[in-house]
C-alpha cells in the first residue's frame, strides 16, 4: 500500500540492479523445521507504527493491535483453524445468546503482578462504553445492556455502569445483552474486551505509552517512536500457548519495500505482507520462505442504492450483469498475480460458516448474459459506470482491469475516479454523496461469516455504505442472530448472503490473500486468517 | 552589522505569521475529515466523535482554533498530535535524527563537491574534468528514488556492506549510505558551480596580479582564487541546508529513517493541523536563520560588502 506510486520504479531499479551484479532470481537453499533453536531467542517483526496510544479499546488498526494482541489475552482467543478456544476464560456460557456467564481462570496475573479478575474485565468494560472516555471501540459494547446510559447519543453519560455487566466473584461475572446476539461469544475475542490493572486508571495516557497486560509478552523499555518497540516472554504467564522464543522486536517502517529489503538480508525476521511491488517474485527471492495463503478481507464494488437511479429495483438486473462482464478468475491470477482470488460470495473461504457459490452464476464469467441482464434492467444509469476508489492503497491494478472487462464485455462506457486518499474516498461514501459505484471493501473483526454479512448489508448497519435496506435479508440475518447453536447460526447466516445475490447491492469480486515471508533466523513461521503469525509458536534458530 | 541582524531578525516576525497561518489554512482545506479517518472503514459513532472534535478544539471557529495555537505556541506550546502525544514529543524525536543526517550529508557535499569543483576548474578540459562531468550529469539525471533504491539494493541487500535500512540513527555507520543518496545531487551542483566560477575566476585579472606578484600557488588558489569564488556556492549551500533539514521524504522513506520528513508525511497524511504547522513553523525559522547565516558569510567572503 505504501509506497505504491513508485513500486514500478523500484522494480525498474532493481532489474537494473541485478543485472549489474549479474544475479539472476537466487534461489536460496532453506532447511526448514529442524534446526537447533533457543528458546530465548528474539525475533524482528514487520509493523508500523501505532497511530496512537497502546490502549486496547482505542485501537482499531493493524499497527496498534499487533502489540495488544501479543500483551493481552482476552476472555477467547482463535486458533489458527479459525475455531474459538478459550483463553483466559474458563467458560463462557448462554442458553439463550443474551444471558452469558464467565468463568476466569484463577490466578492469571498482569505484568506488575496484580492478580486478574472479574473486576478487571468489568471495570474495563464500563471506563471504555463510558462517552466521555471517547474510546474508538466504544460500539463494541453497544449490545449489551445499559450502554445507551454510559453512552447517550448526546449529552453527559447518566450512569458510569452498564445494568448489563454484573461481578458475582472474582473469578465469575455475568453479561445481560440488550437482545440476543449469536456471534457475541465470538466478539469477546476483539482487543476491546481486553481486561486492564487497576493502574491503567491512574494515568491512561502513560499506560498508553507502556501498556500493561496479561498476555503472554510484556514490553521491555520504553517505546522508541517510529523505531521499534520491544516485548519479553512473561515469565508468569498461566495460558496454554507459551511462547516458544524470548520475544518479539516490532521494528516500525514507514514504507514496506524498505522492510522487505531488510527481509531479503535477514535484518527483518518475519513480514506479514510483502509490498505490492514484490507480489510477482517474492517466491522467487524467498523459497520456501514464502507465504501465500488466504486472508479474511475481501474487495467488493458497492453501489449507491440511496441514489434515485441506482435505487430503482429493476437495475438488480444491471449490478447482476455488470458482474456477470467481469473475468475474476484472469484479473486475479494476471494483474493481481495471485495476491487474491476470485469471490463466489462475500465470505471468504475458509471462514466458518462460508460454503461456496453463495453468488451462484452471478458471478460466472457470461459476457452474452451479462449484456442481457444488463438490457432487461434497462441499462446503466447515464450510460457510464463510474468506480471512484482511494489511489493510496494498492487498488489502481484491479480497478483498470474491472472496469476495461466492464467495457469489453458488457460493451457499457466504464471510467475509473481516483481519490488521493483513503480518507477522502470514506468521506464521499459515508457521506453518502457518491451516485456511482465504488470501491469497498472489508476486512473481518473476527472469523465468521456473521461478520461479513451483517456488518455491511443490515439495514442501517454501522459499514452498509450503500444505503442497503431489504427486509427479507433482515429478517434472515436477525433469525441467525437467535439461533440456539453455532451451526444453525452459520446456516441462517448463509441464507442471507445468498439472498442478497437477487438484489446484489455490492458485487463481490476477489477476496485477499496474505503474502508473507520470513528469514533464515526463525522457522515453523504460520500466519493465522487475521494476518498475523502465532507469534508464541515461532522458534529462532540457535 | 549589529543593526542589520536586528532588522533582519525583526522581518522575521510577519514571516513567521504569514507562513504559519497559512499551512494552518491549507491543512484544514484538505479533503477529508481526520476525525472520522481514526474510524477506518467503521461507521465513526457520532457521540465519540463530538467528544474528540471538542478535545482537539476542532469543533470552534478556524480563526479561532488558530489563535489558541498561536498563544500556545508562544508559551512553548506545540499542541497535540492525533496521536495523543504532544508535537514537541515527535518534533524532539525526529529532528535530532534529521539534524544528524542532514549535517553527515552536508559534510560530504560541502568536502567532495568544493573539492572536485576546485580540482576540475583548475584542469579545465582535462581527463578528470571529464569523468567529473560525465559522473555529475549522470547524478543529476537519476531520480533520487531510483539511486536510493539502487544502492540500498547493490549496496545493502546484495554486496551486504551496510544494513539496507536505518535501525539506529546515532550509529554513523549506518547513516553513511542515505547521507550518501541525499547528498549526491547537491554534490552535483555544487561541483558543478565551484567548477564554473573557479574556471572564471582564474582568469581574472586579479588573479594574473597575483601570479605576477609572485606569490605562491597555494596563496593564490587558496586565499584569492577560492575567496571569490565560494560567494555563489556559498547562496547555494546555504538553502541547501535548509532543504536537508525540512527532511528528504524519499530518502528518509526508502533508509526507514525516523527523521522530520517522514514525520511531516505522515502527519499531512492524516491532517493533522497540529503536527504540520509546528513542524514547518520549525523549518521555516531553519530556513529564515540560514539564509541569514549566508548573508552574513558574504561579508566575511567579499570585503566589498559592509552591512551598515
Redo the contacts between chains.
Keep these: 500500500m505504501r509506497g505504491a506510486k513508485s513500486a514500478k520504479w523500484v522494480v525498474g531499479a532493481i532489474v537494473v540492479a541485478m543485472a549489474a551484479t549479474a544475479c539472476g532470481g537466487g534461489s536460496s537453499n532453506d532447511d526448514e523445521g529442524n534446526a537447533a533453536v533457543d528458546p530465548n531467542g528474539v525475533f524482528t517483526y514487520y509493523n508500523t507504527e501505532p497511530q496512537r496510544g497502546l490502549i486496547p479499546t482505542n485501537t482499531n488498526e493493524v499497527g496498534g493491535h499487533y502489540m495488544m494482541a501479543n500483551m493481552f489475552r482476552g476472555l477467547v482467543t482463535f486458533d489458527i483453524n479459525n475455531k474459538l478456544q478459550m483463553a483466559q476464560a474458563q467458560s463462557v456460557d448462554t442458553t439463550d445468546n443474551q444471558h452469558f456467564t464467565v468463568k476466569l481462570k484463577p490466578g492469571w496475573k498482569f505484568h506488575n503482578g496484580e492478580t486478574v479478575t472479574a473486576n478487571s474485565f468489568v471495570k474495563a468494560w464500563n471506563w471504555a462504553a463510558n462517552a466521555k472516555n471517547a474510546q474508538l471501540n466504544s460500539s463494541w459494547f453497544e449490545a449489551i445492556k445499559g450502554y445507551e446510559d454510559v453512552h447517550p447519543e448526546k449529552g453527559d453519560p447518566k450512569s458510569d455502569t452498564m445494568s448489563g455487566l454484573k461481578v458475582v466473584n472474582d473469578n465469575e461475572f455475568t453479561i445481560e445483552l440488550s437482545r440476543p446476539v449469536s456471534t457475541f461469544k465470538e466478539r469477546l475475542y476483539y482487543d476491546a474486551f481486553f481486561p486492564l490493572p487497576e493502574a491503567f486508571y491512574k494515568d491512561p495516557k502513560a499506560f498508553g505509552e507502556h501498556p500493561i497486560g496479561n498476555g503472554p509478552y510484556k514490553m521491555e523499555g520504553s517505546w522508541a517512536h517510529k523505531v521499534e518497540l520491544k516485548v519479553r516472554k512473561f515469565a508468569d504467564y498461566k495460558g496454554d500457548d507459551k511462547p516458544k522464543n524470548g520475544g518479539i522486536d516490532f521494528k516500525f517502517y514507514s514504507k514496506d519495500d524498505a522492510a522487505y529489503a531488510d527481509l531479503l538480508s535477514d535484518k527483518l525476521d518475519i513480514m506479514y505482507q510483502v509490498p505490492n511491488s514484490q507480489v510477482g517474485k517474492f517466491k522467487d527471492d524467498l523459497g520456501k520462505r514464502a507465504i501465500s495463503q488466504p486472508y479474511g478481507g475481501n474487495t467488493n464494488i458497492g453501489f449507491p442504492l440511496y441514489d434515485k437511479e441506482w435505487g430503482k429495483p429493476e437495475k438488480a438486473k444491471v449490478r447482476q450483469g455488470l458482474s456477470m462482464a467481469i473475468d475474476r478468475d484472469t484479473i486475479a491470477k494476471r494483474a493481481l498475480k495471485g495476491s487474491k482470488d476470485a469471490a463466489t460470495g462475500f465470505t471468504p473461504k475458509g471462514i466458518p460458516g462460508w460454503q461456496d457459490g453463495a453468488c451462484g452464476e452471478y458471478c460466472k464469467f457470461d459476457p452474452a448474459k451479462a449484456k442481457e441482464l444488463i438490457k432487461q434492467g434497462g441499462g446503466v444509469p447515464g450510460n457510464k459506470v463510474t468506480i471512484t476508489y482511494n489511489a493510496d492503497g494498492a487498488n489502481k491494478e484491479w480497478v483498470d482491469a474491472v472496469c476495461n472487462d466492464i467495457r469489453q464485455n458488457a460493451g457499457v462506457e466504464c471510467v475509473t475516479d481516483a481519490k488521493p486518499t483513503f480518507q477522502e474516498a470514506r468521506d464521499l461514501i459515508t457521506d453518502k454523496k457518491l451516485s456511482n459505484p465504488f470501491r469497498m471493501a472489508w476486512v473481518m473483526d473476527f472469523p465468521n461469516i456473521a461478520n461479513f454479512v451483517t456488518e455491511q448489508f443490515r439495514t442501517g448497519a454501522g459499514a452498509n455504505d450503500m444505503g442497503y435496506s431489504d427486509k427479507s435479508v433482515d429478517a434472515l440475518m436477525n433469525k441467525a442472530d437467535e439461533a440456539k447453536t453455532e451451526d444453525e447460526a452459520n446456516k441462517g447466516y448463509f441464507e442471507a448472503e445468498k439472498k442478497l445475490f437477487e438484489q446484489m447491492p455490492a458485487i463481490p469480486l476477489f477476496t485477499d490473500h496474505t503474502v508473507a515471508g520470513y528469514s533464515k533466523r526463525v522457522q515453523n513461521v504460520k500466519i493465522d486468517y487475521q494476518r498475523q503469525a502465532v507469534w508464541t509458536e515461532v522458534e529462532v534458530k540457535k | 552589522m549589529g543593526r542589520f541582524v536586528a532588522r533582519r531578525l525583526l522581518q522575521m516576525i510577519p514571516v513567521f505569521i504569514g507562513t504559519t497561518l497559512l499551512i494552518f489554512l491549507m491543512v484544514y482545506s484538505l479533503?477529508?475529515?481526520?476525525v472520522?479517518?481514526?474510524?477506518?472503514?467503521?461507521?465513526?459513532?457520532?457521540?465519540?466523535v463530538?467528544?474528540?472534535r471538542h478535545?482537539y478544539g476542532l469543533d470552534k471557529p478556524l480563526i479561532q482554533q488558530y489563535w489558541d495555537y498561536i498563544s500556545g505556541l508562544f508559551q512553548g506550546d506545540f499542541g497535540q498530535s492525533?496521536?495523543?502525544?504532544p508535537v514537541a514529543?515527535?518534533m524532539a524525536?525526529?529532528f535530532p535524527v534529521t539534524i544528524r543526517l542532514a549535517l553527515f550529508a552536508f559534510a560530504i557535499e560541502l568536502v567532495v563537491g568544493i573539492g572536485l569543483g576546485v580540482l576540475t576548474g583548475l584542469r579545465r578540459g582535462k581527463f578528470l574534468d571529464q569523468v567529473v562531468l560525465i559522473f555529475t550529469l549522470i547524478v543529476v539525471s537519476i531520480?533520487v528514488?531510483?539511486l536510493g533504491?539502487?544502492a540500498?539494493?547493490?549496496i545493502?541487500?546484495?554486496?551486504?556492506l551496510v544494513?539496507?535500512?536505518v535501525?539506529?540513527s546515532q550509529d554513523l555507520s549506518q547513516l553513511i549510505l542515505p547521507a550518501v543518496v541525499l547528498a549526491l545531487l547537491s554534490l552535483a551542483y555544487v561541483t558543478r558551480l565551484t567548477r564554473t566560477t573557479v574556471a572564471e575566476n582564474l582568469r581574472a585579472d586579479y588573479i594574473r596580479t597575483a601570479v605576477a606578484k609572485g606569490l605562491p600557488r597555494r596563496r593564490v588558489v587558496g586565499v584569492h582564487l577560492m575567496r571569490n569564488s565560494l560567494i555563489p556556492v556559498v547562496t547555494f549551500l546555504g538553502t541547501d541546508l535548509g532543504m536537508l533539514m525540512g527532511g528528504a521524504i524519499v530518502t528518509?522513506?526508502?533508509?526507514?529513517v525516523?527523521g522530520v520528513g517522514?514525520?511531516l508525511?505522515?502527519a499531512v497524511?492524516?491532517?493533522e493541523g497540529p503536527t504540520v504547522v509546528g513542524v514547518v513553523t520549525v523549518l521555516v525559522l531553519v530556513y529564515l536563520v540560514s539564509s541569514l547565516v549566508v548573508d552574513l558569510l558574504y561579508a566575511v567572503l567579499d570585503p566589498r560588502i559592509r552591512y551598515a
Design positions: 479533503p477529508g475529515d481526520p472520522k479517518a481514526m474510524f477506518g472503514s467503521k461507521a465513526a459513532d457520532p457521540a465519540t463530538a467528544k474528540l478535545d492525533f496521536t495523543g502525544r514529543d515527535l524525536d525526529a531520480p528514488f531510483v533504491n539502487l540500498q539494493f547493490v545493502g541487500v546484495k554486496w551486504k544494513t539496507p535500512t535501525r539506529d528518509e522513506g526508502i533508509f526507514n525516523p517522514n514525520t508525511y505522515q497524511i492524516t491532517s
